[in-house]
């Protein structure tokens, strides 16, 4: 471990206790922005981050939305001859449910073999914690930063950024920074620590198919109507072939890959055999042609999420109902628009639909398209040389499938270098009941901030 390092692995682990107890009522706020039954939970818990942040000698501000307030903090102490880092993070969490599979309460945090047990301990108050409190203990000790700081901490990730928008347009002015830090994402393992160049965007759907103005009986009316559950399913499954390839016309136009050059520095390393035993999952659902990572990461796909219509209780019913819907979601490369992706599925259900149904495909606010950043740039490079010191390992350059749907208008609006950094493990049950997340990776989180914060003060 390098001495660099190792002095703020110290620090955090002498106000381990403090640190604990400060994190435990960040993660007590049942913070679920997608149902607006909690609120005022997640209300409360902007109020909490802005208080946290106000303790820590910021510059804090509420900025109200239509949605839910952005937490902004500042730190303009290092001068302008030094660089502006932007730091973002979430205080919203996934709903819970199903709440039987819990072994603990999801809003009671306990630590359990060393892993802090709550729904937010991963995604993402666990990584958002660690931040706030390395900016907070540097300046406790040190009285300044080495960078100009902007926090920007929003509260509807999990529910699609969906006021993100408005922000971003009102607030331009206030984002300008030279770099953009992403602390919302995972490594593979902890013998493989990576930084992340790229997520994928996202776009969310309901398509709903409408027969009769009423539930039918399915023996006086078989044979008469057209059953929306099968316009459906005939619907849905045209949209992908054996092959894993989605067969809406124009969907993969203009989906930008990798350069050679850049291929080269991500690792692409893959081992199939870990995810099975881990997760009892075998990777065949990409397009045939594509390596495993690079259907992930590079490639776009169209997933079915929840189909519903007619009768799924107990024994039978004799129904032809009178809607069937499915959820949808796509998960876009770079190069494809929300906007463009939407109107093919449009045009592709309208064409399909027949006689006697009709069809609505409404698409949720929030998609966000996605994000990538060159291997090669600066803020790219600091951040491996801090985790890579932290780890005292190699650190390298991944990418990541999901999505954070804001992130590429988020720096536009920055105007500066994106990477993306964070600590989830593929067995933290993120969005899962037992959620949960290392006290060894809230300190190398702490460790690695302060580390990069140390860096890019070096940097003119
Ligand atoms: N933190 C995740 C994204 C993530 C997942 C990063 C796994 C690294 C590893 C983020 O909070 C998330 O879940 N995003 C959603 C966005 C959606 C709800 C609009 C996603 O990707 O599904
Ligand atoms: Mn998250």
């Not at 160049?197 to 109507?225: K, P, Q, W, Y």
């Not at 619907?235 to 809406?248: F, H, P, V």
């Not at 093919?344 to 990538?372: C, H, Q, Y």
């Not at 720096?411 to 290392?438: K, R, V």
Request: one cysteine or more; proline letters at 5%.
């Amino acid at each position: 471990m390098s001495s660099q390092t190792d002095k703020f692995r110290k620090t955090f682990k002498e106000n381990i206790d403090s640190h604990l107890t400060d994190l435990f009522e960040f993660l007590k706020f049942q913070s679920i922005s997608a149902d607006p039954a909690f609120e005022k939970d997640v209300l409360d818990c902007a109020d909490w981050v802005e208080k946290f942040l106000k303790d820590s000698a910021l510059k804090v501000e509420r900025w109200e939305t239509s949605g839910y307030p952005v937490i902004f903090a500042e730190y303009d102490g290092a001068g302008p001859d030094k660089p502006t880092l932007m730091i973002y993070n979430h205080y919203d969490v996934q709903p819970v449910d199903p709440l039987e599979l819990w072994e603990s309460p999801p809003f009671e945090p306990v630590v359990r073999d060393g892993e802090v047990y709550s729904r937010g301990a991963t995604d993402n108050k666990g990584q958002a914690f660690f931040v706030f409190a390395a900016i907070k203990e540097l300046l406790k000790a040190n009285g300044e930063l080495p960078v100009n700081l902007k926090l920007f901490i929003e509260g509807e990730e999990e529910s699609g950024s969906g006021s993100m928008d408005e922000i971003l347009e009102s607030k331009k002015d206030r984002l300008k920074s030279d770099y953009v830090l992403i602390v919302d994402v995972g490594i593979h393992g902890m013998d493989r620590p990576s930084v992340i160049v790229g997520t994928r965007g996202i776009i969310t759907m309901e398509l709903t198919l409408r027969g009769s103005n009423a539930d039918l009986h399915s023996g006086v009316f078989g044979g008469l109507a057209y059953n929306p559950n099968h316009a459906l399913v005939e619907i849905l499954s045209a949209m992908r072939n054996e092959k894993g390839e989605i067969q809406i016309p124009g969907f993969y136009d203009g989906v930008e890959s990798l350069s050679e050059d850049e291929k080269e520095l991500v690792s692409f390393d893959f081992n199939p055999e870990e995810f099975k035993s881990l997760l009892g999952l075998e990777c065949t659902g990409g397009e045939r042609n594509f390596q495993p990572l690079e259907s992930a990461w590079l490639r776009p796909t169209l997933e079915i999420n929840g189909i519903s219509g007619g009768y799924s209780g107990e024994g039978f019913k004799t129904v032809i109902p009178a809607e069937a819907v499915a959820k949808i979601s796509c998960r876009l490369s770079p190069g494809q628009k929300v906007k463009d992706i939407k109107k093919k599925i449009e045009d592709f259900v309208s064409e399909r639909t027949p006689e006697g149904i009709t069809s609505e495909l409404l698409v949720f606010g929030g998609s966000g398209e996605a994000a990538r950043t060159s291997p090669k740039s600066r803020i790219v490079e600091l951040c491996q040389q801090s985790v890579a010191e932290v780890f005292d390992k190699d650190c390298r350059i991944v990418m990541e499938g999901a999505s954070i749907p804001v992130g590429p208008s988020l720096t536009s609006a920055a105007g500066g270098e994106l990477a993306f950094l964070g600590f989830i493990l593929p067995g933290d049950q993120m969005h899962a009941p037992n959620e949960h997340f290392g006290v060894e990776r809230l300190e190398i989180g702490f460790a690695t901030i302060a580390r990069l914060l140390e860096l890019l003060g070096e940097q003119s």
